[in-house]
Every structure is written in structure tokens, then in C-alpha cells.
């Protein structure tokens, strides 16, 4: 956690984004007025984030869609400008010294791509070596560390175009890291992707940090992405820091839990299913929700296939919205609706 | 010295990877084949109807045409990668990279243009010949200004092209713009020579910076005079300057919104 004595290596003060977009009305009418006299929203993206992050820490940075961590992470990258507030990235400011900053951070936003479609990654990995500068005798080096590090080497010569999504993001990741960032900026980096890239894009990440001693700072909505990489969790909702902590009181608290969705043929011994935390039922298919601290999920799969003839069944991570929605009733605060911050004055801290 | 490596490496990996595209390679030369062919007919059935060219021999007009054409087909795709980049968003991502994004685009393009010149140029030199033979009064000393001429009409149609591709930050649609720049840059100078419209039109077409794309260098090849090159580098240098800094400013501005709207 923050209160270590590492070096810190990013901080941010009350850190706010207020994007203005316009509005029309419907109809001819509307868009004749917003012609003339336009009528803005606002739109608080981010509400005022204090943040500390130490050199080589992995820190995931939650929350449901649109809570603002594509945000956050823009203004630490340069890209987006504050509308108030103070950041520093390795002492520097990104909204000054954005190119001096971009030698040192590196940054993996989502799907997309920095490498040539048509042309083997070994191709973009020199072209990025120019960008960034290094001598021919360093980016060598660097290559054969990258493909050792990222086990890349039978595609490297590959088109881009001809690699598996798996491949292909390994080479995106080793692209990012070529110049030896400090700090890389992950974007839901296993958004979209299936179970086993998930799982192979997570095992880089945390190469990455165990190796390079590179600092992570990753946004995610899947909880698995944190139960499995990070040491430390931000959880922000419209704007706001809702809670940070360790990844393990997190898990105690909060990620103990699953969902199992069944779906019988057969229900025959409906009593099999007695005590069992039935959130949602609808004819023959039902939600179940497990605590894994108090039950098993195996004695419970065993239940469940006493009582009838399963057709389907998945288990999955009780979603962040549902965590959210807990952290708040627990520290007896007001969920505040979608759309707008909180009014309330209480300052959502970290608790120490 | 670096900085300049970076871009030089752009085009290098560009020209690779416009390489790759073999289809759209065969497609794109076949095309340039057959529309050259196609004025050529045209070209020699109106000079044999009708005597007076405005000074164009068939010879002259063919090798006009070819000229203008190689400038234009061997264009990049800069308008449509910036719309895409700023409408996607994806020109965002750049920002926090340690290069210009214009002159990333231009190493880009010039990758492009260079690929499609190597196949277009022997081509249309090819084509001529065999159609009306070599260019009558054709002199070598000539030669390097014509050179500069088709260059500066490709960079002109270049940053044209960001130019209007960079207003996407602005509007929602700016395909219509492109169009009419498109219509204007055929009319002035590809269509036809300038010399072949009514007097009003040509001498407002010499002001404006589309004759100076195709035009001016199949003018200075096919009518080269010492004279008539004081006429059009200047000014084809201005225009390419002046685009060139407009795009760089727009970009600038664009880049601006994009720091406070965000994409
Ligand atoms: N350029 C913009 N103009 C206007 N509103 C924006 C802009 N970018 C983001 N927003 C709004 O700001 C809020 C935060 O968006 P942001 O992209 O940071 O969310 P997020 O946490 O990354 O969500 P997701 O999980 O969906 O990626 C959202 O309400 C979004 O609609
Ligand atoms: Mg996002």
C-alpha cells in the first residue's frame, strides 16, 4: 500500500474534469437553436481525486462504465488537460512536459494497435526504437530482452495480420515496453479478450512488474483482472474515489463472492436447494450467489446436481456494480444516482 | 540528426507495408492504364474534328495528360487516415507519443506516394512513348524543374488533403469539403489545360492553389520556357508552404479542443 517508504511516483490533488458537450433538442427546431444560441451540459468525469502511487507498486484502478478512469488516465498521460486540480508523473507535470514524460511512460489503451498491420512486429518494434530515440546497439539489446521476456520469438517475423489475438497483444505489450517506460498505463488491457489471453495478458503484467520493477496502473472492470495481478485497489465511481485498499482486504471483504447461473432440464429434488442464497429465479433457471468464505463452491455444484438435470451452468465474479453498491451501504454513505456526483461534502478517503 | 531518423524511418516502413498490398497494386496500375487510354482516345478524336488546340499538338496534349495524371493518382490516403484517426479518436493516443503527428503523416504519405510513383511513372512514361512517341521539343535541361514541379504538386496535394481531413476535429461531416476540392482540382488542370477554358475561368484558375497540383507540371514539361517556369514554381512553392503551415496550425488548434474536449 501507499504508506510504504517507496519513492512516489505519481500524485494527484483534487484532481477534476468537467467535459462540456453541447445539447440539442429534438427536431428541426432544436437544431436550428443550438445553431444560434447552444446549450451546453456539463459533465463531471472526474471529481476530485487524490492519489499517490510509489514506484513499482501495481495498482488497479475500478469501476463501472463511464466512472472516469479513462479520464484519470488521459490527463496522467498528457492527453486530456484538468479543469482544476494538480498531478505530477515522475516530478513532472503532463500538462507542460508531455513530450519529456513520453519518454518515460509507456501506455496500452484497450484494442488499440501501435503496430504495422501488414508488417512483422520486428518492424514496428524498430520503427518505435527510432521514435524513442535509442541507439541501434541499445534497441537490439532491448528486442532480444522483450522477446525473451514475453516468449515472442516464433511469431516476431510474422505479419501482424496472420497472428492469433493472443499473439498479437503479446507484441503489442512488448511494442510498449521497449523504451523502458517507469510507468505504463494499462487501459483495460483484457477488455474483449477471451479466458486463456485474459489469462496469458495477465501473467505478462505481472512479468512486467516482477522483472522490470515497472510501476502498473491498470483500469479494469473485471475483478478478476485484480484478484490476480494487483497489490493495491482504487475503487472510483462518477468521478470519485469510493474506496482504496489492499487487494487483500478487498478480497476478504468483498470479492469472496460468486455467481453461479443454472439452468435445469429437470428439477427433481427442488429440497436439495434449500438454504442456498437463491437471488433470482425465473421457471427453471436461477441465480445463485456463493460466499465463498462460509460455503464451497464444489459442495455446492454437487447440490445442484442432485436437484436435476443441469442444462447450462457458468460461474462468474459478482459484478462491480453489485461491490459498489456494498462499499457504500457498509460505510454508510448515500449511493449517489447515475449521472451526477454526490452532493454530499464527506470526503471518501483512504482508510487507514 | 535523430529527429530527423525517426521520420525517415516512417516512410521506409510505410513503402514495406504499401508493399504488401499486391492486390490493391495491380488494381491501381490496371486503372491507370485505362484511364489514360481512355483520354487518349478522347484527346485525338477532338483534335482531328476540330484543328485549333490552343497551341496542343496531339503529342503535347497526350504527354500533358500523362503527366498530370501520374501526379494525381500517385496521391496518399492522408484525407481518409485523418478522418478516421480524429473521428476514432485514435489521434488522441498520439498525442503522448514523442513525434509531430503531421509530420508522421507526411513520412507516411510519402511512403505511399513513393510506392505508387515507382509503378505509375515508368508506366505513363511507357504509355506515351509507345502511343505518340517521345515529347516533341522535349529538353533535358528542363528536366529538373519539372521534377521539382511534379514534387511540389504532389506535396501540395498532400497537405491540401490533411488540411481539409484535419477540419474532422471541427465537423461532423467534412466529406463535402474533400469533394469539392476533389471537382475543383479536376476542373483546373486535369480535365483539360487551363488554356482550353474560356478566358474569365482561366485566369482566375491560375490564382487558385488547385491548378497547381497537375497543371503546373504538365504545363512546364509540355509548353517549358524559362518564362513560364518563373510563373509557376514560385507560386506552387507558396502554395505548398502555405498549406503546409495550415495544416501544421490546424493541427495545433485541433490538438488543443482535443486537451480540453477530450476526443
Ligand atoms: N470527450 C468527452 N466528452 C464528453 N463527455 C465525456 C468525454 N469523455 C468521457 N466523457 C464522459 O465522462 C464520463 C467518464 O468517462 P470515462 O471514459 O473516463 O469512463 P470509464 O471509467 O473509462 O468508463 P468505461 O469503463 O466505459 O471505459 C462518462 O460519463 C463519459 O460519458
Ligand atoms: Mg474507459
Not at chain 1, 162 to 181: D, N, T, V, W, Y
Not at chain 1, 299 to 326: C, F, H, W, Y
Not at chain 2, 213 to 233: C, E, H, K
Request: aromatic letters at 10%; one cysteine or more.
Amino acid at each position: 500500500m501507499a504508506g510504504c517508504v517507496t519513492e512516489t511516483v505519481i500524485r494527484t490533488e483534487g484532481l477534476r474534469k468537467v467535459f462540456r458537450t453541447k445539447t440539442k433538442k429534438e427536431g428541426l427546431k432544436g437544431s436550428v437553436r443550438a445553431l444560434v444560441k447552444p446549450e451546453y451540459r456539463e459533465i463531471q468525469a472526474v471529481h476530485g481525486i487524490d492519489l499517490e502511487v510509489g514506484k513499482g507498486e501495481l495498482t488497479a484502478f475500478l469501476g463501472p462504465n463511464g466512472a472516469g478512469k479513462s479520464t484519470t488516465i488521459k490527463m496522467l498521460t498528457g492527453i486530456l488537460h484538468p479543469t482544476s486540480g494538480e498531478m505530477s508523473v515522475l516530478g513532472l507535470d503532463p500538462r507542460k512536459q508531455r513530450t519529456a514524460l513520453s519518454f518515460r511512460i509507456g501506455s496500452v489503451f484497450g484494442q488499440k494497435s501501435q503496430l504495422w498491420f501488414h508488417l512483422p512486429p520486428t518492424d514496428s518494434f524498430r520503427l518505435l526504437g527510432a521514435i524513442y530515440e535509442l541507439d541501434k546497439a541499445v534497441l537490439d539489446k532491448r528486442i532480444s530482452e522483450v522477446i525473451e521476456l514475453f516468449d515472442i520469438k516464433d511469431f516476431i517475423d510474422t505479419p501482424v495480420r496472420k497472428l492469433s489475438l493472443g499473439q498479437r497483444m503479446r507484441c503489442e505489450f512488448a511494442a510498449s515496453i521497449l523504451h523502458r517506460p517507469e510507468i505504463i498505463f494499462l487501459d483495460e488491457p483484457t477488455i474483449g479478450l477471451d479466458v486463456i489471453v485474459k489469462q496469458s495478458i495477465r501473467e505478462l503484467i505481472s512479468r512486467l512488474n516482477k522483472e522490470e520493477k515497472t510501476t502498473i496502473f491498470l483500469t479494469s472492470h473485471d475483478i478478476g483482472d485484480v484478484e490476480q495481478l494487483c497489490s493495491r485497489a482504487v475503487i472510483i465511481n462518477h468521478g470519485r474515489i469510493v474506496t482504496d485498499s489492499s487487494i487483500k482486504e478487498l478480497k476478504y471483504g468483498y470479492l469472496n463472492r460468486k455467481i453461479i447461473d443454472v439452468k435445469y432440464g429437470a428439477l427433481t429434488d427442488a429440497g436439495r436447494l434449500d438454504g442456498l442464497n437463491i437471488v433470482k429465479s425465473k421457471g427453471a433457471s436461477m441465480k445463485i450467489e456463493v460466499d465463498e468464505k462460509k460455503e464451497s463452491i464444489q459442495e455446492i455444484m454437487v447440490r445442484l446436481m442432485q436437484a436435476g438435470n443441469i442444462l447450462d451452468v457458468t460461474i462468474s465474479d459478482i459484478p462491480m456494480e453489485k461491490i459498489i453498491g456494498d462499499i457504500y451501504r457498509d460505510k454508510g454513505l448515500e449511493e449517489p444516482d447515475a449521472g451526477i456526483g454526490p452532493k454530499s461534502s464527506q470526503q471518501e478517503g483512504k482508510p487507514e | 540528426m535523430k529527429g530527423l531518423h525517426k521520420y525517415l524511418l516512417v516512410t521506409r516502413t510505410s513503402i514495406r507495408s504499401n508493399l504488401a498490398y499486391t492486390a490493391d497494386f495491380i488494381a491501381g496500375s490496371f486503372f491507370f492504364v485505362l484511364v489514360i487510354f481512355i483520354f487518349m482516345q478522347l484527346w485525338q478524336a477532338i483534335s482531328i474534328s476540330d484543328g485549333s488546340t490552343e497551341g496542343y499538338t496531339v503529342n503535347r496534349l497526350v504527354w500533358y495528360y500523362i503527366t498530370a495524371e501520374i501526379v494525381v493518382l500517385s496521391k496518399s490516403s492522408v484525407f481518409r487516415s485523418m478522418n478516421e484517426e480524429i473521428r476514432g479518436g485514435g489521434v488522441a493516443y498520439k498525442l503522448n507519443k514523442p513525434y509531430s503527428f503531421v509530420m508522421y503523416q507526411l513520412s507516411d504519405g510519402i511512403g505511399q506516394i513513393i510506392v505508387k510513383l515507382i509503378i505509375n511513372a515508368p508506366l505513363g512514361l511507357l504509355l506515351g512513348y509507345l502511343y505518340v512517341g517521345g515529347l516533341e521539343g522535349f529538353r533535358w535541361e528542363s528536366l529538373p524543374a519539372v521534377i521539382l514541379s511534379v514534387v511540389l504538386g504532389i506535396l501540395l496535394n498532400f497537405f491540401m488533403d490533411a488540411f481539409i481531413g484535419m477540419t474532422a476535429f471541427w465537423t461532423e461531416d467534412n466529406s463535402a469539403f474533400y469533394w469539392i476540392a476533389q471537382k475543383l482540382s479536376f476542373i483546373f488542370g486535369l480535365l483539360m489545360p487551363l488554356e482550353f477554358l474560356p478566358g474569365v475561368i482561366k485566369n482566375i484558375a491560375v490564382l487558385l492553389p488547385f491548378s497547381y497540383i497537375a497543371y503546373a507540371p504538365a504545363r512546364l514539361l509540355t509548353s517549358f520556357s524559362v518564362g513560364t517556369m518563373l510563373d509557376i514554381l514560385p507560386v506552387q512553392l507558396f502554395y505548398t508552404a502555405l498549406f503546409a503551415v495550415l495544416s501544421q496550425m490546424l493541427y495545433l488548434s485541433g490538438a488543443k479542443k482535443l486537451n480540453i474536449n477530450g476526443g
